[in-house]
């Protein structure tokens, strides 16, 4: 939560006039243009003194609204159970592993990240 959404708002009916403001322009005239107006206006309250703190991080919203998210191919039922043996395998060989030697075996999350990493990466990539 940034610092500036912990003060307290003065002025509930005017916040929500922007907000409204802001939702009327997705809706009719998309988010990039509602991105052209955000930036005009950061740039005007910059200029004119206001001190708006940078951030680096991100709201980790995801850039493609979900209704226009294309359907996925596949069989998602079968597609889940392959990763539950490939997470299951892991495990079996890391402690297999951990039985001769601490220094043989693996982190179970580091491998099961990795195969989520290459399933998107073989299975899910948007081919441009």
Known sequence: MSQQSQLPDIDAVETQEWVDALES?????GVERAHFLLEQMIDKARRSGANLPYSANTAYVNTIPTHLEEPLPGDAAIED??????RW????????ANRKSTELGGHIASFASAATLYDVGYNRAVVI
């Open 89 to 96: 395998n892991a495990m079996a060989m890391v402690v297999k």
């Open 25 to 29: 322009v997705i809706e009719n005239e």
């Open 81 to 86: 159970r392959i990763r539950s043996y490939i």
